[in-house]
């Protein structure tokens, strides 16, 4: 495995990843990763666009944050943007991927879709196993897609927003099913404004208070609607995501962890490494050893 040296992980725009300059949308049939911008892709990065990728056929390795995936036939990965990626290799694939960033979502039409369940991606998920079902529908969906995209006529964008809901919601459903906790309630608009605020604002604001603030609710009100739409309380979810950032960048840096603590909104690295210790019995330094270790 590659390991970055830089202080901060890369984030790749659409237009600088994309086979066809596009800028806010694109869907590409064809071969997986071969040559195209292979510099760009087997070292850690983020990108700052979803990526959705339908595998007929092929395999391939990359990482997502921490965890390891093996690529499998008749499957769908996501990423979202705070993800960070690495391949580590890459055999021909049939593969339909398609790219959308922030700015497609904020066409008035698709305002809708971010508040879908795989768009907001609440436990960082990358993998849906799929049906035959599954795959004959997302296979026909999709090149419902790339035929649209590359048509030219007035109607193109209707429709592309169109058949993007249907494949978004069908998605969304899979992720509800395969994703997201057992004990999570079918209401949770709260929670997905609340991971949305904690994605805008980690670095700086690390209490609970602030974070209902936001909403105009009581700390206390705030925490058990959280606690009722997700199974873990506000005060979790916030160092869940101060833990998860940190692991990244201890897994795929080489930044000092005095450095992360200040990247991360810490008042000081002794501070850092006692939160970090607390919440997984292991200091920051020693974390990072073993787990290079384990993966390298």
Request: aromatic share 12%; hydrophobic share 40%.
């Amino acid at each position: 495995m590659q390991l970055t040296t830089e202080t901060n992980i890369p984030v790749y725009t659409l237009k600088e990843s994309s086979y066809n300059g596009a800028e806010h949308f694109e869907i590409v049939k064809g071969e997986a990763l071969t040559t195209h911008q292979k510099e760009l892709f087997f070292v850690p990065h983020r990108n700052n666009f979803y990526k959705f990728v339908f595998v007929k056929s092929g395999q391939s390795k990359h990482w997502i944050d921490m965890v390891p995936y093996v690529v499998k036939p008749n499957a769908f990965y996501f990423s979202s943007p705070q993800q960070i990626m690495l391949k580590e290799e890459s055999t021909c694939s049939r593969v339909i991927g398609i790219c959308f960033t922030d700015e497609f979502l904020n066409i008035e039409d698709n305002r809708v879709l971010r508040q879908l369940p795989i768009i907001q991606n609440p436990n960082y998920g990358h993998e849906l196993l799929l049906s035959e079902a599954d795959v004959a529908f997302i296979d026909d969906i999709s090149e419902k897609i790339l035929e649209e995209y590359n048509r030219g006529d007035n109607w193109r964008n209707s429709m592309l927003t169109a058949y993007m809901q249907v494949l978004l919601i069908y998605m969304s459903r899979l992720y509800t099913a395969q994703v997201l906790p057992d004990n999570a309630t079918t209401d949770r608009e709260l929670f997905k404004k609340f991971s949305q605020l904690i994605e805008e604002n980690i670095v700086r604001v690390h209490d609970v208070a602030g974070y209902a603030a936001m909403v105009n609710l009581s700390a206390g009100h705030f925490s058990e609607l959280i606690k009722e739409q997700s199974g873990k309380t506000a005060m979790q979810h916030i160092h869940d995501r101060l833990l998860l950032e940190a692991k990244r960048l201890l897994f795929h840096t080489d930044t000092s962890v005095k450095e992360i603590a200040y990247q991360l909104g810490f008042e000081d690295a002794s501070y850092f490494n006692r939160f970090f210790k607390r919440l997984t019995e292991s200091t920051p330094a020693a974390y990072r050893t073993a787990v290079r270790e384990m993966y390298h």
